[in-house]
């Protein structure tokens, strides 16, 4: 990839930023795709059946909007697309899309589709290293959105949890394309900028509420994660009154699940790495209370129905009214 620009998909804000520095820490020109738009669905819509899952079209439509972008080079840029097995049909959206470019006159753009058959380690002169940072920056990057989450519903001043969440995306990504090769030094690094954003979400003034309702977001996982897929449905049930909680890492979980992923974390030098869930507890640990730290069991469930997300699978949620354990800890 020597020479060329890699575009990222932009599924989760933070976590592809965060991918994205991994890449850059190597000396890949990476970067993410451009924020969706209407544009992106006019493209997606027209070039995708009306059959295909709803991030097919969101994912067509960014790669074609650089495509059609002034000055693009074919030749030096790609798209990393991953792809796996099974039912899911994210398996399908590499070969659709080079049919796709191929078809429009852009069969010289590479799209590099690792498997996730091996954590998506099959990296072409991607070794051990980066798939250790890469799983350390989508963990770290989890974590932050985490931190805006539980902070965010709460605020005083109205913007305050979204900037503290912008500068410490900001940080990390500095963090991780400076860290140093040393497994060790590079998780003194992540450390530090995770105790940094403790800083920054402890100083956001808050006035913590036990009765406001905590809902659970669930479903696909694209749309979960992407706001523009799923219309800003966060921003729009906090300013009803709740609290949005998601399962932690849900696309780092993903990648935890195949095999190779877990055994190139365990074989680290550092101890500390085979589990980033101690940063957790180490960086969101301060004297002072930040809120309620328990809350009554589950007590129901209801779907939601998105109906301006033709061809998206409906979203579901979770009226959920107790935190997980890394909820109880980041308020402490």
């Known amino acids: 990839m ?52 709803f ?3 969101v994912t067509t439509g960014d790669f074609l909007k650089i495509a059609q972008q002034p000055g693009f080079d074919q030749k030096r840029t790609v798209f990393l697309m991953g792809t796996t097995d099974g039912p899911c049909r994210s398996g399908q959206y590499a070969p659709f899309l080079r049919k796709v470019l191929r078809e429009l006159g852009y069969g010289e753009v590479r799209v590099y589709s690792p498997h996730g058959e091996h954590g998506y380690s099959d990296f072409q002169g991607f070794d051990t290293a980066f798939v ?24 005083m001043e109205p913007g305050d949890a979204d900037r503290a969440y912008r500068e410490s995306v900001s940080d990390l990504c500095k963090t991780i ?19 940094r954003t403790r800083d920054r979400f402890h100083s956001v003034r808050a006035v913590f509420d036990r009765t406001r ?41 993903r990648i935890a699940q195949t095999s190779q992923l877990r055994a190139n974390i365990s074989h680290s030098p550092c101890p500390r790495s085979r589990c980033m869930g ?26 939601f129905q998105a109906s301006d997300l033709a061809g998206a699978e409906n979203v579901q949620f979770a009226i959920l009214r107790s935190h997980s354990r890394l909820g109880r800890v980041a308020r402490e």
């Open 55 to 57: 991030p097919a079209k």
């Open 213 to 253: 309702p905590l809902i659970g977001i669930v479903g696909e996982i694209y749309c979960r994660l992407n706001n523009f897929s799923n219309q800003e449905l966060v921003r729009r049930l906090e300013a009803q009154g709740a609290e949005c909680w998601m399962t932690l890492s849900p696309r780092v979980a």
């Open 132 to 155: 250790r940072t890469a799983w350390r920056a989508l963990v770290s990057a989890d974590i932050l959105r985490k931190l805006l989450l539980q902070t965010r519903p709460y605020e």
């Open 2 to 53: 020597a020479g060329k620009r890699v575009y990222v998909p932009a599924m989760a804000e933070g976590s592809v930023e965060a991918v994205c520095a991994a890449m850059r820490w190597l000396g890949i020109d990476a970067r993410p795709t451009p924020p969706s738009d209407a544009r992106t669905l006019e493209l997606g819509s027209k070039y995708t059946g009306g059959d295909g899952c």
């Open 278 to 303: 101690f940063i957790l507890r180490f960086c969101s640990c301060k004297n002072g209370a930040r809120g309620p730290t328990t809350r009554p069991r589950t007590v129901g469930w209801f779907r």
């Open 177 to 195: 394309e400076q860290s140093c090769s040393s497994t060790p030094c590079q998780m003194r690094s992540l450390e530090a900028s995770l105790l």
